[in-house]
């Protein structure tokens, strides 16, 4: 796995904005598109055009929308955790829904977060710097060497 960010993201504003937000807040990252559901499922499976994983490379963490063409958000997340190689995607809900069922749903179907979409260029870059500083920065997925485990396994 390695530092990609994949964006789900059907609205040219949104993707214009959250890439706008990211260099503003110095996200390095590469960062891909997906325009919609059956597009994100096909970059994360390596179909067709995607089949090059070294040009689209499985994100460390993907922004997923609801509602998307064809594919709707909650159904890729469903189809996401459905694959063992991307378990450990993190998975971040970014939609304009504050519903409740919405929110229940994502997280039953292993979002690991669920933010809603800000309305004004501040609040974008302020969730920007908040992806960046705990998503990119600070956490410590899965994938990452454990090096407490090792310590006490050694240790025996």
């Not at 977060?113 to 705990?134: C, D, H, M, N, W």
Request: hydrophobic share 40%; aromatic share 8%.
């Amino acid at each position: 796995m390695n530092s990609t960010v994949l964006l789900v993201e059907d609205e040219p504003n949104d993707i214009f904005f959250m890439k706008h937000a990211f260099q503003e807040v110095g996200i390095l990252n590469p960062l891909q598109v997906a325009q919609d559901g059956r597009e994100a499922i096909n970059y994360l499976s390596g179909a067709g055009e995607y089949a090059d994983r070294k040009k689209f490379p499985l994100p460390c963490l993907m922004l997923l929308d609801l509602n998307l063409p064809r594919v709707m958000g909650l159904d890729v997340l469903k189809w996401v955790r459905e694959q063992s190689e991307m378990k450990t995607i993190i998975v971040i809900i970014l939609s304009s829904s504050r519903l409740v069922p919405d929110i229940e749903r994502a997280y039953q179907l292993g979002a690991n977060a669920y933010l809603v979409k800000p309305s004004t260029p501040p609040e974008l870059r302020e969730l920007a710097t908040g992806i960046k500083q705990f998503w990119l920065k600070l956490n410590h997925g899965p994938s990452a060497p454990r090096e407490p485990a090792a310590h006490i396994a050694n240790s025996k």
